[in-house]
C-alpha cells in the first residue's frame, strides 16, 4: 500500500513537473523569440519607431502565415522576425491586397553565435492600405518552431 | 555535375581523393545555390490560398503612424480640431475605455496645435480615466512625462508618451483578461483619429490625402472585435451605435480602385464626429 501511495505520489510528482516544465518551456519559446525579434530590430532603433505590440506562434518547417497589417503612404517600416532555433531558416516579406510583392529589400540571417535566426522586409508603400506579412519557417530541426514579427515606422522626409 | 566533376578530374591530379574533394565542392555550391533560391519569394502569391486559421488579425496603428502622415498635409488648422471642454468621468466603465482611447487621440491634436495647456490637461486626464478602469499603475509615469515634455516643448517626445500611454494601457488590460475594453481603448483612438483625419481632409481635399482613409481591413477589425464582445458589452448603447458607424463607413472605404470623394469623406466625418460627442458626452 505504502509503496502504491509512494509510486503515485512520484508519478503526480513527476506528471506535475512535467507539466511545469513543458509550460515554462513553451512560454520561454515564444519569449525568447519575441526578445530575439527585438534584438534584430536593435539596429533599426536609432531611425524607427519600434512597436511594442508583436505577433508571434509556432510553426512547422515549410509552413507559412499570413499577417494582416494597415500600412500608410508617406511612411517607410520595416519587419523583423525571429526565432529562438538558430539554425532555422525563416523568412518575412511583404505583399499587398492583390497578392504582389511590394517590399524594397529583405534578409535572412542564421545568429549561431547568437542562438538565433531572424529575418526582416522594408517597405515604402506607394499606397495606403491593407498588407500581408507573410512569415515562413523554410527549414527547421525542430518540429515546431516558436517566431515572433514586431515592425517599426518612420515618415518619409 | 558528374561531367563537370571529370573535367576537374582530367585537369587536376588523376587521384580518387581530388574527385571526390571537386565532387564536394560542386556539390557544395548546388547545394548552398539551390538554398538562395528557396529563399526568393514569389512575386505573387493567391491569398484566398491561405485558411483563415493562417491569417493573424490586423495590428491597430498607433496614432503617430497617422500623424507623421497628416504633417505632410499642408498646414492644416490643428487648434480649431481641438476639441476643448473639460474630459468627463462616466460610470460606465466600456464609456470610459472609449474616452481614453478618444483623449489620448486629442492629446495628438494638441501636440499638432502646440497647446502646451492643453497637452498637460489631457496628460491628467488619462491617468483619471486609466484609474477609473483599474489601470492607473501602468500610466502614472507616462502622464507624468506628458507633463513635462509638453513645459518643454518636446512635441516629438509627447508624441512618444502618448503612444507609450495608448500602449501601456492596452498591454495592462490584457493582463487583467480585459481585452474587450482595451478593444474599446483602440476604437475609442481610431474614431477620434478618423473624426480629425476627415476633418482635415475636407478643408483642403486631394486624392492622396483622402487615400490615408482606405483602412478596410481596421474597420472589419473593430466589427470583429464587437461581434465577438459579451453580449451585456456588444449592447452597450454606445457600442451598437458604434457598431452602426462601422457598418456605414465600411463599403465607402472599402471600394478597390476607387477614389475616396470629398462626399464620402464628408459622411464619413459626419458619422465619427456625431458618435465622437457621444463617447464625450454624459448620457
Redesign the interface.
Known sequence: MLTLRTSRFSLLTLLFLGIVTSFSSLHATVDDALSFAYEAALPYYKQYAIRKDAWGGDLGPGDKQAITTQLFKGNDYWFLMASDVPKASISVHLYDSNGKLVESESWQKMNEKKHFSSAGAHIIPKSTGTYFAIVQIIRSPEERTHWALVYGYKDVK | MASFCKTLYKRGKSNTSSLVLACLLVGLFFFSFG?AK??Q???????SD?PAA?????????P???F??L??LGNPNWKAQLRLGKTRNPSDRGQVALLLGSVIAEGFIAVEAEDTERVKDLGRDVLTLADAINVRKSVIARSKSIIEKADQRDWRGVR?EF??AL?DVR?AMDEMNDENLAQLVSLGGWLRGTDTLTAIVNDNYTV?GA????????VH?FERCIHTMPTRMRKNLLVVRINDVLHQIAPIIDE?GKNITREKVQKIHTLTSDIVAKINSNS
Open positions: 538554398s528557396a529563399d519569394p514569389p512575386a505573387s502569391i493567391n491569398l491561405f493562417s491569417v493573424q488579425d490586423v495590428v491597430v496603428p498607433v503617430s503612424e497617422i507623421a502622415v504633417d505632410k512618444a503612444d507609450g500602449q498591454s492622396s487615400e490615408l482613409l482606405h483602412q478596410p481591413e481596421l477589425y478597390k
